[in-house]
């Protein structure tokens, strides 16, 4: 087989030489008619025998391409590196290997694709179920009788509203990250006074915070300083951030900010709250993440804040970092272009 196809891609000149060859032969010898019809048949004779090799090199090729195929098909390979063709058939095999590394790798991404999604939809569940049975047990207990307590029923009314709170809060949270994910969340950015920002900021929380008794404070310095951003956005980011620095603060105080760096503003909220192991660092910002799952949800967290929260930064072309120490406290900055 190998010979055929060799003779194959050397036709073209093996017929050349022939052809030479046949020219000296002929003025080699005298000049007579015969023999030069009888050179003439034979060289015709190997041209045609030449040609038969040929189209038989290439069914034996194109065989072997076909098998190829059957056999990605059949899904026979695992690696691109099984993948053989001779020698003559180099450049068809490197892009027969590059097509199935990217299917294979197009393969890969669907299945994961395909198990974020059902994590997601198991993680949904998971959360609506939560507020559901809490609100329906109280409810129940309310007309097994708990009704005429006067004790206990405003209390578990109380409590019934707080997690139809949390269930609102929750779908909210994951309209924004649907919106967000599949792109179609418009962002509208302009510049805007950050000073006037945070302090819009410091004034919805600062109640929140000294009924904790945090000491809640604010840091900037320049009120003429404008940065450039989706406003709205940014007020969901730091609504995220702050709560979850009075959430996740027994004592001391939170610290909200912005420091001129060059051309850009760094934004910080900083707290002295019970901070974060270095080994949950690079998990927090995942999508249902949460350190303590009972005593977060306790607290009506879903654990899709901090993912809203990086969504948006990565949308601003930042990024969110965080310094944190477990027992001491985090913070959570980011950077805004001036
Ligand atoms: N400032 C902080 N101090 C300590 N831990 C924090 C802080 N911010 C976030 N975390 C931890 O990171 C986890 C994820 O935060 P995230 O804001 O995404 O969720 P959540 O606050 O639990 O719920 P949600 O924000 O959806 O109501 C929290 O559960 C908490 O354990
Ligand atoms: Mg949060």
Same mark, same amino acid.
């Given at each position: 087989m190998k010979t055929i196809i060799w003779i194959r891609n050397f036709s073209g000149l093996i017929s050349f030489c022939l052809f030479i060859l046949f020219v000296i032969i002929f003025l080699y010898l005298s000049h007579t008619n015969s023999q030069t019809i009888l050179l003439l048949g034979l060289f015709f004779l190997l041209n045609i025998f030449l040609l038969f090799l040929n189209r038989k090199a290439r069914s034996i090729e194109l065989q072997e391409i076909r098998n190829l195929i059957r056999k990605i098909r059949l899904n026979? !390979?695992? @690696? $691109? *590196?099984d993948i053989s063709l001779s020698k003559n058939l180099q450049d068809l095999e490197e892009e027969i290997k590059a097509m199935f590394n990217r299917t294979q790798s197009d393969i890969q991404n669907l299945k994961k694709l395909e198990q974020v999604r059902t994590e997601f939809l198991g993680n949904v569940s998971h959360e609506l179920r939560t507020p559901i049975f809490s609100i329906q047990g109280y409810i129940e207990t309310l007309l097994d %009788?708990? =009704? %005429? @307590?006067?004790?206990v029923n405003r209390a578990f009314l109380q409590k019934a509203i707080n997690h139809t709170l949390n269930l609102n809060n929750l779908l909210n949270d994951l309209i924004d990250i649907s919106m967000i994910e599949s792109g179609q969340m418009k962002m509208s950015f302009r510049f805007f006074n950050i000073h006037e920002f945070l302090k819009s900021v410091e004034s919805e929380f600062r109640a929140s915070a000294e009924n904790k008794n945090l000491v809640f404070s604010l840091h900037s310095p320049n009120p003429k300083l404008d940065l450039y951003g989706d406003k709205q956005r940014l007020k969901q980011v730091m609504s995220n951030l702050v709560t979850n620095s009075i959430k996740y603060t027994e004592s001391g105080s939170v610290e909200i900010g912005v420091i001129e760096e060059g051309s850009f503003g760094k934004i910080y909220v900083k707290d002295t709250g019970l901070g974060i192991p270095s080994s949950d660092i690079a998990r927090i910002?995942? /999508?249902? !993440? /949460? *350190?303590e799952r009972d005593r977060s949800r306790e607290m %009506? %967290? $879903?654990? =899709?804040g901090l993912a809203i929260v990086k969504h948006i930064i990565e949308a601003h072309e930042s990024k969110i970092e965080v310094k944190s120490q477990l027992g001491t406290g985090s913070e959570f900055i980011f950077r805004l272009k001036k």
């Open positions: 026979e !390979y695992k @690696d $691109s *590196i %009788g708990a =009704l %005429g @307590d006067t004790k910002f995942e /999508r249902f !993440y /949460r *350190i %009506g %967290g $879903s654990g =899709l």
